[in-house]
């Protein structure tokens, strides 16, 4: 058996390579039709003209599908190997309600482009990077609530190391970012797709871009440390009957089916 047919592991899996595709292929395309520099343009300014923003769109919005079932399945691993510790249910609950408003965001980024609605494309990105770097820093804190006795302690310092990185790339992006948008580099700062070195703000562009390419980095390393983690799951669906017709009569006691969700494996 391969490692990703063990358990949900093809999901994490999935998700990266599915969300560094639509990345990819966008960025492709965008360059080829000469829509952006080729030099570290913004994620999203990769799927803000036509042709490439319906593949941007598209991608993404099935990208954040993935990041909502690898979440919810991660939620239901914590769950229930700590059925009665309440200070992990507490904090694997908010996990689980930022990771869902990080997916939101994506799904914003991706329909909602800068040119056309600003205030809902930086709405998304807030709440993609922002609930997802929270997200992110409340998995590490479980991890290091269940280590040593539910896993190592290497998986921990893995992803404290990646929240680290995470980290400094966020302060990096919302610093520079900050000072580009204020308003000194002149209002049509938003539309700008084409960048040159002897433009205002050139710098502070650039560190904002590679400090949001890093931070998607941080994200993908991420998610792959579950991988290993979601070998050992599996989900099923229950179908409860209540009745063996489906008129409007009394409802009699049927047999319950089960039905494996996703996966074989136990």
Sequence with gaps: MWWFQQGLSFLPSALVIWTAAAFIFSYITAITLHHVDPVLPYISDTGTVAPEKCLFG??????????????????????????????????????????????????????????????????????????????????????????????GKQVFWIRLLLVIWCGVSAFSMLTCSSLLYNGSFGADIVQKLHWNPEDKGYVLHMITTAAEWSMSLSFFGFFLTYIRDFQKISLRVEATLHGLTLYDTAPCPVNNERTWLLSRDV
């Design 58 to 151: 598209a991608m993404l919005n099935i990208a954040a599908v993935l990041c909502v079932a690898t979440i919810y399945v991660r939620y239901k691993q914590v769950h229930a190997l700590n059925p009665e510790e309440n200070r992990i249910i507490r904090l694997n609950k908010a996990g689980l309600v930022l990771g869902l408003l990080s997916c939101l965001g994506l799904s914003l980024v991706a329909n909602f482009q800068k040119t056309t609605f600003f205030a809902v494309h930086v709405c998304g990105a807030v709440l993609t990077f922002g609930m997802g770097s929270l997200y992110m820093f409340v998995q590490t804190i479980l991890s290091y609530q269940m280590q040593p006795k539910i896993h």
